[in-house]
């Protein structure tokens, strides 16, 4: 019953920077946590960032810590995921999916999730 898309991907210079988008649609609940994950080709997809749908509660992966920013935008049932510094290692795409999980909680595992997007490519050239 919920859809999310993910939009703003794209290729870019490492370094440069891009913002990826995540709208739900369908029914949403307040307690919906959300989280971006990534694959990388021939790799396992993994946790980027996750955010609760209350309280801006956040987690990180080691390896965007201090580089990639999530947010969420309730009113317009939104979630953002600001990276700068980009590498190539981040090349990848990027999904976006919702967690039916308590308000404050923040979801880092997959099998938490319950629902995914059809993904964003990004690419990081050197």
């Known amino acids: 019953q919920v859809q999310l898309v993910e939009s703003g991907g794209g290729l870019v210079q490492a370094g440069g920077s891009l913002r990826l988008a995540c709208a739900a649609s369908g029914r949403t609940f307040s307690s919906y946590a959300m989280g971006w994950f990534r694959q990388a080709p021939g790799k396992e997809r993994e946790f980027v960032a996750g955010i609760s749908w209350s309280g801006g509660n956040a987690d990180y992966a080691h390896s965007v810590k201090g580089r990639f920013t999530i947010s969420r935008d309730n009113a317009k049932n939104t979630v953002y995921l600001q990276m700068n510094s980009l590498k190539p290692e981040d090349t990848a795409v990027y999904y976006c999916?919702?967690?039916?999980?308590?308000?404050?909680?923040?979801?880092?595992?997959?099998?938490?999730?319950?629902?995914w997007g059809q993904g964003t490519q990004v690419d990081v050239s050197s």
């Open positions: 999916a919702a967690a039916n999980l308590a308000p404050l909680r923040v979801g880092v595992g997959a099998y938490e999730y319950d629902y």
